[in-house]
């Protein structure tokens, strides 16, 4: 599928659906965020792939749509949005949206495990010290008592 093709589908998905600002509105998001994802290396066909189903796009659109706002002019997104950095870089290569938040998770869980990793570790080396430790804490204490009197 085209990037003209996908916009066709959805465009043709959403009409007499919602407004024609809410139809327009998507698609101009749609239009820019495949030419920006272009422009940053990557091919037609991955960005539409990553976007998946036109048909599926309008339908949650529709659905998300309330229905006081489907017919009446609708806030349209403002071209800064586009302008953003991407949310996630991980060696050079951006992600966004679902990518994003999946890497985000994914870099969170693995610092927690490293911190529970650490403190496990920490732990296990107190534990084999003690049993040394506690008594020659116990000696010096006794040996300084006795050599001040």
Excluded: C
């Excluded at 991955?46 to 002019?73: C, F, M, Y």
């Amino acid at each position: 599928m085209t990037r003209q093709e996908f916009i066709t589908e959805l465009r043709t998905a959403l009409e007499g659906q919602v407004s024609r600002a809410v139809l327009q509105d998507n698609i101009n998001y749609y239009e820019t965020y495949i030419m920006q994802e272009s422009r940053k290396g990557r091919t037609e066909e991955e960005v539409l792939e990553e976007l998946g189903n036109p048909r599926l796009i309008a339908k949650t659109i529709i659905d998300s749509t309330p229905e006081e706002e489907a017919g009446q002019e609708y806030h349209s997104y403002q071209e800064e949005r586009y302008e953003q950095e991407p949310e996630f870089t991980v060696n050079g290569r951006a992600y966004s949206g679902w990518k994003a938040k999946a890497m985000k998770w994914t870099t969170i869980i693995a610092l927690i495990g490293i911190v529970i990793g650490i403190i496990a570790l920490v732990a296990g080396v107190i534990s084999l010290l003690a049993p040394i430790l506690v008594p020659l804490l116990i000696i010096i204490l006794v040996v300084r008592m006795l050599s001040r009197k």
